[in-house]
């Protein structure tokens, strides 16, 4: 069964400093997958995904994410964290075989609290 | 251009009530999701609409129905309202179904009493 597994229910950070957001995922086939940030109150807001090709994918407002594909692993990651960081980011993934492992299925969310 | 925008933003309704909300795509796309997000239980989906037509369905009591029109408008229905229900209910619409990238709106807020 597809699964998305986001370790952290909150992250901590100094502002200034590297951030991390940790995803892992289970799913049969080659994934998809996407990040994305909500702040209070509002929608979710895409980031970046990866489809294929470079492990490394860059988004918007400076994060990036790294595919790993021998240890499942999609890290959401920024150089230097922001205060206006501070929101819920979302992981998600989806299977490339047919039928509901197309389903997007996602993670329950990271609390990131960025510290001034 | 404009995003998906979700109608309306707040809404307080009576258990056994029945509430309407309603989602207007991104110009041009003719993918509607809908979820269901809570503290507890984070994004559930519930369906999605492509061309007028149900392409999947999350696991959710008949309780909870949509539809969409030829515009790509969306409609989410439920009935028979219950405490439980109270989240925030999100609509995502995309160009094409696939789950490749969607738009969210800013949702509406039900609060069941």
């Known amino acids: 069964a597809q699964s998305v597994a986001q370790p952290e229910d909150q992250v901590n950070v100094a502002e200034g400093n590297p951030l991390t957001v940790k995803c892992t995922y289970s799913v049969s086939g080659n994934p998809y997958l996407f990040w994305y940030v909500q702040y209070p109150n509002r929608g979710l807001q895409f980031l970046l995904k990866y489809i294929t090709g470079d492990n490394l994918v860059k988004g918007s407002y400076g994060f990036e994410a790294e595919f790993n594909k021998s240890q499942t692993s999609f890290h959401l990651k920024k150089p230097s964290a922001l205060v206006s960081d501070s929101a819920l980011y979302f992981c998600?993934?989806?299977?490339?075989?047919?039928?509901?492992?197309?389903?997007?299925?996602w993670g329950l969310g990271t609390s990131l609290a960025v510290n001034p | 251009k404009a995003g998906v925008t979700q109608t309306p933003r707040y809404l307080i309704k009576t258990r056994g009530q029945q509430v309407t909300l309603s989602c207007s795509p991104i110009s041009g796309h003719r993918s509607v999701s809908w979820y269901q997000q809570t503290p507890g239980q984070g994004l559930q989906f519930l369906f999605e609409y492509f061309s007028e037509t149900q392409r999947n369905k999350g696991n959710f009591p008949g309780r909870f129905s949509g539809r969409q029109f030829s515009n790509s408008r969306s409609e989410m229905n439920v009935s028979t309202l219950e405490l439980g229900d109270s989240a925030l209910y999100l609509c995502a619409s995309s160009p094409v179904t696939g789950n490749l990238g969607y738009t969210f709106g800013s949702g509406t807020r039900l609060t069941v009493v």
């Open positions: 998600a993934v989806r299977g490339t075989n047919a039928g509901n492992n197309r389903k997007l299925i």
